[in-house]
């Protein structure tokens, strides 16, 4: 019995170092654009001297909702245009995860229009004086043009991919200034704009279409957008605690509502309304960006509040793209960043764009680059590449588990579904850098030159 147990140790050892950790690679100066490499990577016992990641999956945190972009309605507006073929391959590639298809498993999208339509509508447009708070106008007539064949495509593709819908401006008949641009949301029409969201909710799933999730404003501190909404942290506190919450629940809905999806500069936003008990109940958690603030701000937000997630939603990238700066700050940020301050998701901004960064509305961003760019050809920027170092590997479901920062090296880890274990390493240095990545006793030593990222599954 003793020797029986001691050879199934010796045959579980050699199954251990024989174990082969698989490689995917992309490097700043474009040479290596998220390619599978063939050399061998067996883990063996420990042994040498080099700086070492260690890998521990007994820490566990936050579990991943997934990796994606906004579906914006000009994304799906040149989507859609594209020849029957082109876009079975383009989706395919997009949100489909053999071969070398990435995996996209995390969509937002605009509750009405963005600044990244081609122009600017609601589901409610009155005409100058008009009000309507039954709602006996709305209509999703605008999304059946381009976004939601779009979206009934992808969900043929991945059916379980979660869609996170975001308004940026209520119908102007509702807002203090009439217009789509800037404005409050006026008092007495809380009740109907929360009726409005349900009601978009309830239609788009007699689409087939489930909203996941729902922020209750995007960027609620930004009013010089077009469209946009400036909502004050007390009066989305009181939006969600008087009209929308009740309405939600009066629903029966499952969607989650989500607060904030503004900077990171500004902690206290979300903070001060999960401060109110009123509020907090029908609050699943919050949103953000990083065009300001630092992305550790997540972690005073989950620190003041543990029990409620964290979500990023978004990024934009600017044309020109500068490839390998766009690629190590998004990558350091965002991709690992996010993960290791508590945020389940990690969506850039646009999926796609024309040659020229269009459609936009006027106002409208006009230096967003898409995901891919749409013109004669189909091109792939820096966020795409950034988007499936993860999406392709850290599916739905999977764990951020423990790892430690060493030298140059930027990394986040997680446990997979599967079991496998998902490592995204950056080497932010100019030069190679050799080093362990080191778990449960043996090792493997790789070597990435300067300026790349990797992804390791094993």
Not at 21 to 41: G, H, I, P, R, Y
Not at 271 to 298: E, T
Request: proline share 6%; charged share 20%; hydrophobic share 35%.
């Amino acid at each position: 019995m003793k020797y029986l147990v001691l050879n199934l140790f010796f045959l579980f050892s050699l199954h251990s170092y024989a174990q082969q950790a698989e490689l995917w690679l992309t490097k700043a100066d474009q040479s290596v654009l998220f390619q599978k490499q063939t050399e061998s990577l067996a883990f063996g016992p420990e042994v040498g001297t080099s700086p070492s990641i260690y890998v521990d999956d007994t820490k566990r945190f936050q579990s991943m909702d997934g990796f994606g972009y906004t579906l914006t309605g000009g994304s799906a507006t040149l989507i859609n245009g594209l020849k029957s073929a082109e876009k079975a391959a383009l989706l395919k590639e997009l949100f489909a995860t053999d071969a070398n298809n990435i995996g996209v498993s995390y969509l937002r999208i605009s509750v009405g229009a963005s600044d990244l339509s081609d122009h600017v509508f609601t589901y409610n447009d009155l005409s100058a004086d008009q009000t309507d708070p039954k709602l006996s106008q709305f209509s999703l007539a605008e999304e059946q043009k381009d976004l939601i064949p779009v979206l009934k495509q992808i969900l043929a593709i991945n059916p379980q991919i979660k869609i996170l819908g975001s308004p940026w401006t209520p119908p102007s008949w509702m807002k203090t200034n009439n217009d789509s641009k800037g404005g409050s949301l006026k008092p007495e029409f809380y009740e109907a704009y929360a009726r409005y969201l349900v009601k978009y909710v309830q239609e788009m799933k007699k689409q087939g279409i489930q909203i996941d999730a729902l922020t209750v404003q995007n960027e609620p501190l930004n009013p010089d957008n077009n469209p946009s909404l400036l909502m004050p942290q007390d009066e989305q506190a009181d939006f969600i605690k008087k009209s929308l919450g009740p309405a939600f629940k009066t629903a029966k809905l499952s969607t989650k509502i989500i607060i904030y999806d503004h900077n990171a500069d500004r902690p206290d936003y979300p903070i001060s309304i999960l401060n109110d008990p009123d509020a907090r109940k029908y609050i699943d958690g919050s949103a953000f960006h990083l065009y300001g603030g630092g992305i550790d701000a997540l972690r005073d937000v989950h620190e003041a509040h543990p029990d409620k997630n964290l979500y990023f939603t978004e990024q934009w990238l600017g044309a020109p793209a500068n490839f390998g700066g766009d690629l190590q700050w998004h990558i350091k940020n965002l991709l690992i960043g996010a993960p290791r301050n508590w945020s389940k998701t990690v969506l850039e901004w646009n999926v796609a764009a024309d040659p020229n960064q269009g459609p936009h509305t006027d106002g409208g961003c006009t230096a967003c680059l898409g995901a891919v760019t749409i013109g004669e050809t189909v091109t792939r920027n820096p966020a795409y590449y950034i988007i499936a170092h993860a999406s392709k590997f850290v599916r739905p479901g999977s764990v951020r588990i423990a790892s430690n920062v060493t030298m140059s090296l930027p990394n986040v880890a997680f446990k997979t579904p599967d079991g496998k274990t998902a490592l995204i390493v950056l080497n932010e240095s100019d030069k190679p850098m050799t080093f362990n990545i080191r778990t449960k006793n043996r090792q493997i030593t790789p070597t990435l030159s300067g300026k790349t990222v990797a992804t390791f599954i094993w």
